[in-house]
């Protein structure tokens, strides 16, 4: 059985030393263990296979992208402006896609975010108009210098309440003008697996155990006794681990239908693994589900693995198979040319030596209609086999 699944470090971060963070309401929290988002982002879009990332893109910014698309990431950094401050309570990452189809050139700015933050359409502007600095041509300072924002797109993970369906921004200039700046907010909570596939986010399905965090979080913050916590710990396993099989099952229709690659799958398990192994770190110490959940995964990924395999050998098989019946093919038409033309020189047979099987069974059912060896050539193509 083969199974390549492992816990990434460069996604969840373990310090070691202690570092505290505020939450929502100014009091310190023990940070030590945090997750990065923008890891978790860069492993998404970092997939070898674009399709399922030109499919999200295009579900978000209603485009029309090519599989043919050239994709381009510039500097997939974490920006955290109060790192300290936001660490524990919030986590987001921002990324900027620039996409080269054919003439149509797109450029993308899409923020992640785990729950509401009111500066959000602060940040986005403030990346986007970085990235459009970055990019801007000074070399003629006597004309008017243009930049170019990318277009922002804001994905907000956690439920909460009173967030907008698009966040605005105005910049006013004196006795200039004003600007809104605007970018769409896309609700991940209220996606559930049916959804994601059906818009064409199924690139998102690893995110999908976010719908539970706020509970984890709620549960291990309150009061309670740490037997009433356990139990209610306990129902939340449950729906991690009902979560977990959904999301399998996803991707594996996904992976069936063609839309994710085998490697694709492997990243995507990384992701899901990650996240439980942080929120049951982090909130869930009570029942630890780790092994469980590296079983269920390993259950759905190995049977691929293996089938890929197999699949191999029989092509392999074929291929050998297929160059077995060519060699002989070789064989019989220079034997055939040299019976009815006489001894055939060296050039010639090297030609036949590297002739198709196509072109071979040309020639030999040709073989009483052709008159001369330069015939029998103009059979086969300067296409080797």
Same mark, same amino acid.
């Given at each position: 059985? $083969?199974?390549?699944?492992?816990?990434?470090?460069?996604?969840?971060?373990?310090?070691?030393?202690? $570092?505290?963070?505020?939450?929502?309401?100014?009091?310190?929290?023990?940070?030590?263990?945090?997750?990065?988002?923008?890891?978790?982002?860069?492993?998404?879009?970092?997939?070898?296979?674009?399709?399922?990332?030109?499919?999200?893109?295009?579900?978000?910014?209603?485009?029309? @992208?090519?599989?043919?698309?050239?994709?381009?990431?510039?500097?997939?950094?974490?920006?955290?402006?109060?790192?300290?401050?936001?660490?524990?309570?919030?986590?987001?990452?921002?990324?900027?896609?620039?996409?080269?189809?054919?003439?149509?050139?797109?450029?993308?700015?899409?923020?992640?975010?785990?729950?509401?933050?009111?500066?959000?359409?602060?940040?986005?502007?403030?990346?986007?108009?970085?990235?459009?600095?970055?990019?801007?041509?000074?070399?003629?300072?006597? +004309?008017?210098?243009?930049?170019?924002?990318?277009?922002?797109?804001?994905?907000?993970? +956690?439920?909460?309440?009173?967030?907008?369906?698009?966040?605005?921004?105005?910049?006013?200039?004196?006795?200039?003008?004003?600007?809104?700046?605007?970018?769409?907010?896309?609700?991940?909570?209220?996606?559930?697996?049916?959804?994601?596939?059906?818009?064409?986010?199924?690139?998102?399905?690893?995110?999908?155990?976010?719908?539970?965090?706020?509970?984890?979080?709620?549960?291990?913050?309150?009061?309670?006794?740490?037997?009433?916590?356990?139990?209610?710990?306990?129902?939340?396993?449950?729906?991690?681990?009902?979560?977990?099989?959904?999301?399998?099952?996803?991707?594996?229709?996904?992976?069936?239908?063609?839309?994710?690659?085998?490697?694709?799958?492997?990243?995507?398990?990384?992701?899901?693994?990650?996240?439980?192994?942080?929120?049951?770190?982090?909130?869930?110490?009570?029942?630890?589900?780790?092994?469980?959940?590296?079983?269920?995964?390993?259950?759905?990924?190995?049977?691929?693995?293996?089938?890929?395999?197999?699949?191999?050998?029989?092509?392999?098989? @074929?291929?050998?198979?297929?160059?077995?019946?060519?060699?002989?093919?070789?064989?019989?038409?220079?034997?055939?040319?040299?019976?009815?033309?006489?001894?055939?020189?060296?050039?010639?047979?090297?030609?036949?030596?590297?002739?198709?099987?196509?072109?071979?069974?040309?020639?030999?059912?040709?073989?009483?209609?052709?008159?001369?060896?330069?015939?029998?050539?103009?059979?086969?193509?300067?296409?080797?086999?």
């Amino acid at each position: 059985m $083969v199974y390549s699944i492992a816990k990434y470090s460069n996604l969840v971060k373990e310090d070691s030393e202690e $570092v505290y963070g505020q939450d929502s309401v100014g009091k310190l929290q023990d940070t030590s263990s945090y997750l990065q988002m923008d890891k978790i982002m860069k492993k998404l879009f970092s997939i070898h296979n674009k399709k399922p990332i030109i499919d999200f893109l295009n579900a978000i910014y209603k485009d029309n @992208i090519s599989y043919d698309a050239e994709i381009n990431y510039r500097n997939k950094e974490f920006i955290n402006l109060h790192k300290y401050k936001t660490v524990y309570y919030s986590h987001y990452a921002d990324m900027y896609v620039k996409v080269e189809d054919g003439q149509n050139i797109y450029e993308y700015e899409i923020e992640f975010q785990t729950v509401h933050d009111e500066k959000m359409a602060i940040r986005l502007f403030r990346y986007g108009f970085e990235k459009a600095v970055e990019k801007a041509d000074f070399s003629k300072l006597n +004309e008017i210098i243009t930049i170019r924002l990318p277009e922002p797109f804001l994905i907000v993970l +956690e439920e909460g309440k009173g967030i907008p369906d698009e966040v605005k921004l105005k910049l006013e200039i004196p006795k200039q003008g004003e600007f809104i700046y605007k970018s769409k907010v896309l609700k991940y909570w209220r996606y559930d697996i049916e959804m994601l596939y059906n818009e064409n986010m199924y690139l998102l399905y690893p995110l999908q155990i976010f719908k539970l965090r706020k509970s984890m979080k709620e549960i291990s913050r309150s009061r309670k006794s740490q037997e009433e916590k356990r139990i209610k710990m306990d129902k939340i396993h449950n729906q991690m681990l009902r979560m977990t099989r959904e999301t399998l099952v996803a991707m594996s229709k996904a992976y069936d239908e063609g839309k994710l690659e085998l490697n694709d799958f492997d990243t995507m398990n990384t992701i899901i693994e990650n996240l439980i192994s942080y929120f049951n770190d982090k909130y869930t110490k009570y029942i630890n589900i780790e092994m469980e959940v590296k079983d269920m995964v390993k259950s759905f990924y190995d049977p691929k693995v293996e089938e890929r395999g197999i699949q191999k050998g029989i092509k392999k098989g @074929i291929q050998k198979e297929k160059e077995e019946a060519r060699l002989k093919d070789v064989e019989l038409v220079i034997k055939l040319l040299t019976k009815k033309f006489g001894e055939i020189d060296r050039y010639v047979k090297d030609k036949i030596s590297k002739a198709s099987y196509e072109n071979l069974s040309i020639i030999i059912e040709n073989i009483l209609d052709i008159e001369s060896l330069e015939e029998a050539m103009g059979y086969i193509s300067d296409n080797k086999k």
